[in-house]
């Protein structure tokens, strides 16, 4: 009888693995990837519709530096000189407003689906 419990356990435990692993590569294989340029002292993507797992790309295109850097500080993609890249992997409690550093008036967000 007791036998008989574990081996339930272990056939319960397994089917939960298999499902996390299931879930688990299908969230990743339905990640996509947006990228946001920024160039004329604008990010292309005034409004950008994303999943959890995306991921964001924001490459600046001008001369002068930009950052991508949310509202309250929380994620920063840090100073991007032109031609410089940088990535952020969308997380469900993500703050969604962003600004530039370096010039206040650049604003831009992010819309989870
Ligand atoms: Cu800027």
């Known amino acids: 009888m007791k036998h008989f419990k574990t081996l339930k356990n272990l056939a319960a435990g397994l089917a939960l693995g298999i499902l996390i692993a299931v879930f688990g590569s299908f969230n990743l294989a339905n990640a996509e990837t ?8 604008a990010f292309s993507e005034e409004i950008l519709e994303v999943k959890v797992g995306d991921i964001i790309i924001w490459t600046n295109q001008d001369g002068a ?6 509202d309250d500080r929380s994620w920063d993609t840090g100073r991007l000189n032109k031609g410089q890249s940088f990535n952020i992997t969308v997380t469900t409690d993500m703050v969604l407003s962003y600004f530039c ?10 819309v989870i689906n």
């Open 34 to 41: 947006y990228n946001i340029d920024i160039k004329g002292f």
């Open 65 to 70: 530096p930009h950052t991508a850097t949310a």
């Open 101 to 110: 550093n370096f010039h206040r008036n650049m604003k831009a967000k992010i």
